[in-house]
């Protein structure tokens, strides 16, 4: 069982940053996928984005050019660098990894962490 910690989460001005981080506690080198997702309030949970272990990346794309997903393998760790924040990213975000083990593809999900972007 595979347990996600996520941080960062906080109220930010428009045009400001966050970082939000997430840790996994797996085996080095055992995630496949790993990817956050958002939630706003009254709407469907979406992609953010997802980096492959080979470190390719996929973006919303309303988050393209703003959003940047970067992994660190060894430490099971994928971080989240949000620029030029608008008050439309405001949601909680999740911390989404898959692990293959054996033939089978297991989920797992963070708590979550609340992003406010308001003046």
């Known amino acids: 069982q595979v347990q996600l910690v996520e941080s960062g989460g906080d109220l930010v001005q428009p045009g400001g940053s966050l970082r939000l981080s997430c840790a996994a506690s797996?085996?080095?080198?055992?995630?496949?996928?790993m990817g956050w997702y958002r939630q706003a309030p009254g709407k469907q949970r979406e992609l953010v984005a997802f980096?492959?272990?080979?470190?390719?990346?996929n973006y919303a794309n309303s988050v393209k050019g703003r959003f940047r997903i970067s992994r660190d393998n060894a430490k099971n760790t994928v971080s989240l660098q949000m620029n030029n924040l608008k008050p439309e990213d405001t949601a909680v975000y999740y911390c989404?990894?898959?692990?293959?083990?054996?033939?089978?593809?297991?989920?797992?999900w963070g708590q979550g962490t609340q992003v406010t972007v308001s003046s």
């Open positions: 797996a085996s080095p080198f055992s995630l496949n996928n």
């Open positions: 980096i492959t272990r080979g470190g390719t990346t």
């Open positions: 989404n990894v898959d692990e293959l083990v054996g033939t089978t593809l297991k989920e797992y």
